[in-house]
């Protein structure tokens, strides 16, 4: 099957199940994250078995559901959210951990705000922090657009150079310091996982111009430039990365800081969503 069969067989599989809908705002809720697709107004739950082509995840802390309803703080918003992902450490092909945000933008999303938990590797991060993404450094070892391209999809070439939108950048910006926070920008390094990084890895990550680090969101962020959607990528700082402090790692502690910041960070994406409804958008 083609990529663009694959595409419209999912997008109708969707469209069943919510007829009417009509999102323009695409949302894939990382690590810990997934509840705040439970606050969407009239929330209509897919689960991802349901929709041909999305891989299943198998971590703990991912529902796998698709929620269509409506965000904002007044609830204006059309919104498909990804009640978690799949990465690319569960063994799926890149281009399959990257289908979910293709879906998202083929049933009309303009916008994908992808959301992650990641590891500080600027030291003056304080883990609960949310950072607004500025750019991306892909060190996944491939890429989800290898391979064929169709050109009614996206460019063989897209350009990289403004992944993250500077408008939703400000946007997030703002809805952080409405709400009391003065919200900071960083570089997020994609690394394939599962194992988390050692100190020498998280000091040449650091040489290399990375504040964060996670094992998520640039397969998403690349194939939504491709589609020419405009992406806002936030990470959650649920810890500092390995060798910064004594402290060891756990994915429960990533969960557990996840959940704390859950309140504000669901508060966030309100707001930012509120910013987004027509016609400011
Ligand atoms: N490294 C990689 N991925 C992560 C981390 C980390 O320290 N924290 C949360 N996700």
Do not use: W
Request: with cysteine; net charge neutral.
């Amino acid at each position: 099957m083609t990529l663009r069969e694959e595409l419209d067989g999912a997008v109708a599989a969707i469209r069943r199940r919510v007829p009417n809908a009509r999102p323009t705002v695409g949302l894939i809720l990382g690590s810990g994250l997934g509840s705040f697709a439970d606050k969407l107004g009239g929330a209509t739950k897919i689960p991802f078995e349901e929709i041909p082509g999305f891989p299943t995840s198998t971590i703990v802390g991912h529902a796998g559901n698709l929620v269509y309803g409506q965000g904002g703080d007044s609830a204006t918003v059309q919104v498909l959210a990804m009640q978690g992902r799949v990465h690319y450490y569960e063994g799926h092909d890149i281009q399959r951990v990257a289908f979910p945000a293709r879906v998202l933008i083929a049933a009309g999303c303009k916008i994908l705000i992808v959301t992650n938990a990641a590891g500080g590797v600027d030291a003056t991060l304080t883990p609960g922090e949310i950072v607004i993404l500025r750019d991306h450094l892909n060190l996944l070892p491939v890429s989800p657009l290898r391979g064929v391209n169709d050109e009614s999809i996206g460019p063989r070439f897209p350009d990289m150079s403004e992944v993250y939108d500077p408008k939703l950048r400000v946007i997030a910006g703002q809805a952080g310091a409405e709400l009391g926070s003065k919200m900071r920008e960083g570089v997020y390094a994609a690394l394939p996982g599962p194992a988390y990084e050692t100190p020498a890895e998280v000091k040449m990550l650091r040489l290399l111009g990375a504040d964060l680090v996670g094992m998520s969101t640039v397969p998403e962020a690349i194939v939504a430039m491709h589609m020419g959607a405009r992406v806002l990528g936030l990470s959650c700082v649920t810890n500092l990365a390995a060798g910064i402090t004594s402290q060891k790692l756990s994915h429960t502690e990533v969960t557990e800081t996840a959940a704390r910041v859950r309140d504000s960070f669901e508060r966030l994406l309100a707001r930012i969503l509120a910013k987004l409804a027509p016609p400011e958008a």
